[in-house]
């Protein structure tokens, strides 16, 4: 089993920065064992892909979020974090993180003057 807990979200104005935390446990949890995914599901939309950190520290974004997002990892706290800088009106949604069929509960990120 594995526990997913998404933390970090709120409201920011365009232009601000938010960073979310994705602490993960249980005893089948490994940073070696399978990559760690970032989506965001905005309503009326499907949950889209944002970023990866895979098993070997790669990192990948989605088009629409490269260059202000920035994905990365602490081993010894079993955490991701994903640090969202100038974020816009489009980035409000939900977001989850993702281990191999886990998924946390998610945290509302909403962009608004």
């Known amino acids: 089993q594995v526990q997913l807990v998404e933390s970090g979200g709120g409201l920011v104005q365009p232009g601000g920065s938010l960073k979310l935390s994705c602490a993960a446990s249980?005893?089948?949890?490994?940073?070696?064992?399978?990559?760690v995914v970032w989506y965001r599901q905005a309503p009326g939309n499907h949950r889209e892909y944002v970023a990866v950190?895979?098993?070997?520290?790669?990192?990948a974004y989605a088009d629409s979020v490269k260059g202000r997002f920035t994905i990365s990892r602490d081993k010894a706290k079993n955490t991701v974090y994903l640090q969202m800088n100038n974020l816009k009106p489009e980035d409000t949604a939900v977001y989850y993180c993702?281990?191999?069929?886990?998924w946390g509960q998610g945290t509302q990120v909403t962009v608004s003057s």
């Open positions: 993702n281990y191999l069929e886990y």
């Open positions: 249980g005893s089948i949890f490994s940073f070696s064992i399978s990559n």
């Open positions: 950190m895979t098993t070997s520290g790669n990192t």
